[in-house]
């Protein structure tokens, strides 16, 4: 079956953060959007039949998962990632922020410090915020159009906060690196050595362009895995994120313990029905829809990287080598902060999530969601071709 990726699919008045609520969030009502990271594009077919047949069926009582349900999330990671996950490690949760925020409580005590590696998705430092912990930062170093780690400010930063858990983005979001096992290995080394907790944020490891490969964090060594909390989630990968499903694993007792204990805390028990139908039929069916999404946003970031360099040079692509969410570098227009976000707002009509929401770094940058129709992109690079010409 050859899926339609250029299909436009009218998304208003479907309750779509993205398309919806513009005059909420103080935006103009016509505004065309690429931020937040869900894709314009239908799920697979093999989701919407068991949504469709769980619809059907009518009653949507408590639900929970058996053993098939771990076979075939067992035999996604296994077949893509060569990670051979337990049964015991799995710990289902509705979204992986909330994991995220539940195991800040579970890991640390109010005041301890968390590390995140800033530019970075801006819940990892609000969840470190609104849990009262303390937030340490290891900035991204950008160099000659590329980011990497600054590793001996990151065991200076560790040392000095005493800090207790790491935040990692991998593949990172939003500058697009997918890590190498050596920089894994370093980063990993680190935090074993001082006694640091890793969540490893791997939502967007379905995602890597040609070149490059994802490694599971916990994998890398067996040591990380019992330093590990691994969060995964079909939501990216399958344009599931309203149905609030993902999939954390724990190979450490102890840590897993703890998780587990503040999820009951927090009074939460069993997944959503839908999600669970939905996650299982993408996880065991949707390989074959998903290289071919892989192929088309290829595709878009090409024109992108071409549009750029051909009609808006002083806007540079920083190339992803993972994610749909590409990361523009503004500084070449010369323009502060407000001026950018007037270009982008005001003058090109273009909802993106500006690089100051991504903390340190993020002066002076876009972040753009490529997940769409090539057809919308073009419109939104003309728009903002246009509005870079008006200056
Ligand atoms: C790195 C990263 N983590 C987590 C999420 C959101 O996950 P969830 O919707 O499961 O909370 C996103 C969504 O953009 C993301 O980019």
Redesign the pocket.
């Known amino acids: 079956m050859q899926y339609n990726f250029d299909e436009i699919i009218d998304r208003r008045n479907t309750d779509s953060l993205k398309y919806d609520f513009a005059k909420e969030r103080e935006k103009p009502e016509e505004i065309l959007p690429l931020w937040?990271?869900?894709m314009d594009f239908k799920t697979p077919a093999c989701v919407i039949d068991a949504l469709v047949d769980k619809s059907q069926h009518g009653i949507f009582g408590y639900s929970e998962t058996k053993r098939d349900y771990f076979e075939v999330l067992q035999h996604w990671f296994s077949s893509r990632f060569h990670w051979k996950i337990q049964p015991e490690w799995l710990v289902k949760?509705?979204?992986?922020?909330?994991?995220?925020s539940t195991a800040i409580r579970a890991l640390t005590a109010k005041g301890d410090a968390v590390l995140v590696q800033q530019p970075?998705?801006y819940?990892?430092s609000r969840s470190v915020l609104v849990n009262q912990r303390k937030l340490a930062v290891n900035q991204l170093i950008y160099s000659q159009g590329k980011y990497r780690i600054d590793f001996e400010d990151l065991e200076e930063k560790v040392i000095k906060n005493h800090v207790k858990l790491f935040i990692l983005?991998s593949?990172?979001?939003?500058v697009g690196r997918v890590w190498t096992r050596e920089e894994l290995i370093r980063l990993g080394d680190i935090c074993l050595k001082h006694g640091v907790i890793v969540i490893s944020?791997e939502?967007?490891a379905d995602f890597t362009y040609q070149g490059y490969r994802h490694l599971v964090f916990a994998d890398v060594k067996p040591e990380f895995s019992k330093i590990a909390v691994t969060?995964t989630?079909p939501?990216?990968t399958f344009n599931l994120?309203g149905l609030?499903?993902?999939n954390i694993f724990i190979a450490s007792g102890d840590i897993r313990s703890k998780f587990r204990q503040e999820i009951a805390r927090s009074g939460y028990s069993q997944m959503n029905t839908m999600g669970i139908a939905a996650c299982r039929a993408a996880y065991a069916k949707g390989g074959e829809w998903l290289a071919q999404l892989k192929e088309y946003l290829a595709g878009n970031l090409n024109f992108l990287s071409g549009f750029l360099q051909e009609k808006l040079p002083s806007i540079r692509l920083v190339e992803p080598e993972g994610?749909y969410?590409a990361w523009l570098d503004c500084s070449g227009l010369g323009l502060d902060s407000q001026k950018l976000e007037d270009l982008i707002v005001n003058r090109a009509q273009l909802w993106l999530d500006s690089g100051t929401m991504f903390g340190a770094g993020g002066e002076g940058f876009q972040r753009v969601n490529i997940a769409c129709p090539r057809i919308i992109l073009q419109q939104a690079l003309i728009q903002l071709e246009d509005a870079v010409k008006s200056l």
């Open positions: 937040v990271a869900d949760t509705p979204g992986v922020v909330y994991a995220i970075v998705y819940p990892f983005c593949p990172h979001n939003p944020d939502i967007h969060c989630a939501s990216k994120a609030q499903i993902s994610t969410l």
